[in-house]
């Protein structure tokens, strides 16, 4: 079973960028599709994007278009989100999960995730 670990978070201004690290261990995730999710505080937790495992097909949700780009680098075992032009709403705790339903189906076992804060 694969352990996934985010990293990446911080407190950022609005229109700023972080780059968000989804490292797996335990086995390869070069064979998994993964996904990025978002919990706010008091809202449920959202899709974000999601990668293929070939890296040649994403599927973000409509309020990403533009801003966030989901990548991975195989060889690393590792999925990247790079976010620019943050806003204030993108404030929420960010998880990365194993997709078992493309696009956004996680598998739902769900780390600690990485606080990311958008504020001036």
């Known amino acids: 079973q694969v352990h996934l670990v985010e990293s990446g978070g911080g407190q950022v201004q609005p229109g700023g960028s972080l780059r968000l690290s989804c490292a797996g261990s335990?086995?390869?995730?070069?064979?998994?599709?993964v996904g990025w999710f978002r919990q706010a505080p008091g809202k449920e937790r959202e899709f974000v994007e999601s990668?293929?495992?070939?890296?040649?097909?994403?599927y973000y949700a409509p309020f990403v278009k533009g801003r966030f780009t989901i990548s991975r680098v195989n060889a690393r075992n590792t999925v990247y989100l790079q976010m620019t032009n943050l806003r204030l709403e993108d404030t929420a705790i960010y998880y990365c999960d194993i997709v078992t339903r493309w696009p956004s189906g996680s598998q739902g076992s769900w780390g600690q995730g990485t606080q990311v804060t958008v504020s001036s």
């Open positions: 335990g086995r390869t995730l070069g064979r998994d599709f």
């Open positions: 990668i293929s495992w070939s890296n040649r097909t994403t």
